[in-house]
């Protein structure tokens, strides 16, 4: 048999990966730290800007391990926050989550604007601001025991909130393209409308397959095989005519979890394969990271965190108030829901990749102010819920 070192190279390096992730998650259970922030972390230490101990050629693994962990991603959003759990949310959770993601995004790009910052950068920012981290979220309100509308009220907003804001990040990332000449204004809507609704329309016509044939080996219950095959197949086709393959991964979700209906555990068997994916796909945003462009980007940076974090508070109580809610609600409800983490990083190398230039300073962005709302928002959430009495 043939020695072929480069083979063993990406296997050793697969492995301190896989060992990175769990390293990460060891310190995260015992510090308290989001998981998501040290494997970036991880990545930059790892990657050019220190040690420079990964080779170049990892960089190129970017575009599949993104398009692979996104899909998966956007399954799981279009069941969990499309699918059953639609139907039990509630108009007033609706109408909160709605007005957040709108409201934050329109705060965040008027902001940046006023603060000198490229158009095409500050719509791409607006798009990804409305992103939250429901893990985060979620870890704090059961490690700390809450119990009471705000936090219930708080883990159903951000179990559907992230859906809403893919869209939205969608549309904007096809207006980013005509304001950066690379989508004719003749041509805007059509492209919009390809893009965006084409997802959905081919995440829906796999979706319904997918419901009929999934479940059957296994009876009531999707095997990861199976599951995989049609996640990374409904991905690929979306790549390959250059729609939004989250957007269509999610709209296929959505139609498994409201058709299946002889599925016992519509998701479960993709819940663990996701997790070397996302180990990757974090990993790969740290490496991406040049710290060269700190000081040039420290601006836009602390007026991004600053925007977002009055749109999320301020959108949060308009629409609690328009949703009328009890006022403990109203005036705590954006303060549980600053966290921000993995969805965001997705769609930040999700305009890396459309737009190279501009985009690496959005990730730059998002990842250096993923690790601020990280740290940070889930303090502020803490302290939130102790305000409003939910915590003994």
Known sequence: ???????????????????????????????HIPRVTLLLLLGITAGPAFLNIVPEEVALWSPVVSQAALSVIGFELGEKFLGRSLKTVGRSILIISLTKVVGTAVVVFAVLVLFGTPLVLAILLAGIAPATAPAATADVINEAGAKGELAETALRLVAIDDAWGVILFSALLV??????????????????????????????????????LTGRVSEGELTLVETLGFVFLCGGLAATFNLSFILASMSMGCVVSNVAHHHRRPFHAIEGVRQPFLIIFFLLAGFHVDLNGISVLGLIGSAYILARSIGVISAGYIGARIAKVSRIVRNHVGWCLLPQAGIALGLALLAAERYPLIGEQVLLIVVSTTVVFEIVGPAVTLMALRHAGEIE
């Open 175 to 212: 207006v980013a393209g005509m304001v950066n000449g690379t989508t004719a204004s003749s041509e805007l809507l059509w492209t919009g409308v390809f893009e965006v609704f084409g997802a959905l329309l081919l995440g829906a016509l796999l979706g319904f397959p997918m419901a009929w």
């Open 1 to 31: 048999m043939e020695f072929m070192p480069e083979q063993i190279s990406i296997l050793f390096l697969l492995g301190c990966f896989f060992l990175a992730g769990y390293l990460a998650h060891v310190i995260g259970k015992y510090t």
